[in-house]
């Protein structure tokens, strides 16, 4: 009894780490708070090209604006969707920025990917800050991505969390490398609680409904 009880409640929280963990995309990501995740919406991509854009649908940009490559340009293809951003544009390194609806107490997992683009030596990095833009609410950066050829174009996943403090949160990325015009490209961004979902508590309690039915079955 206690073996099937228990092994019950492993598989149960399997599949709560499987539901987080298995998803590709960030649209279909279950629970994923960031709205327009992998800059999809927006104006229509025509054909391999980016556009300097300072708009974009539930995304605020600071530093002029960004650049939105689609469609495979320069045969570097997005890592989700057909659209990405590189937040290094003529106008030098950018951030953008939405508010995320939270719990307070509740701790978050933020997923996103990068990539590089050369340039002469110089490398791609990315700040992500937690509550606004001030120097204080710097949370992560990524490592320095590189000219070496296994980092140019090459996107590369970076994770961080962060426990929600108000009900309202605002979630900034920041083009950190050189502000050159090259590099510092972001996709695919989830923000996802780590708290089970309503339907994941009704499938666990199922279950050990099961084993405690077949128990006293058993005694019978």
Known sequence: MRLLLRTTLIGALLLVGRTTASAQSCQTMAGNL????????????????????????????SGGQFERWSNGFNGFTSKDGVTHLELDSDLGNTSIWQFLNTTVGV??????????????????????????????????????????????????????SFTATQAST???????????????????????????????????????LGVFGAARRRKK
Do not use: K
């Open 107 to 160: 701790r978050y997992d933020v997923s996103f990917w990068v990539a590089h683009r050369s340039l002469n030596g110089q490398v791609s990095q990315l700040d992500v800050l937690v509550g606004g833009t001030a120097p204080s609410n710097l949370w992560f950066t990524t490592p320095q991505l590189t000219d070496n050829s296994p980092t140019q174009y090459q996107w590369r996943n970076y994770t961080t």
């Open 34 to 61: 960031v709205a327009n995740c992998s800059f999809e919406n927006g104006p229509p991509p025509s054909g391999p090209n980016y556009q300097f854009v300072a708009t974009l649908p539930d995304w605020s940009v």
């Open 170 to 208: 605002q979630l900034v990325f920041r083009g950190a490398g050189p502000s050159n015009t090259y590099g510092d490209h972001i996709d695919n961004i989830s923000v996802v609680s780590t708290v089970p979902e309503p339907s994941t508590y009704a499938l666990m309690a199922a279950g050990l």
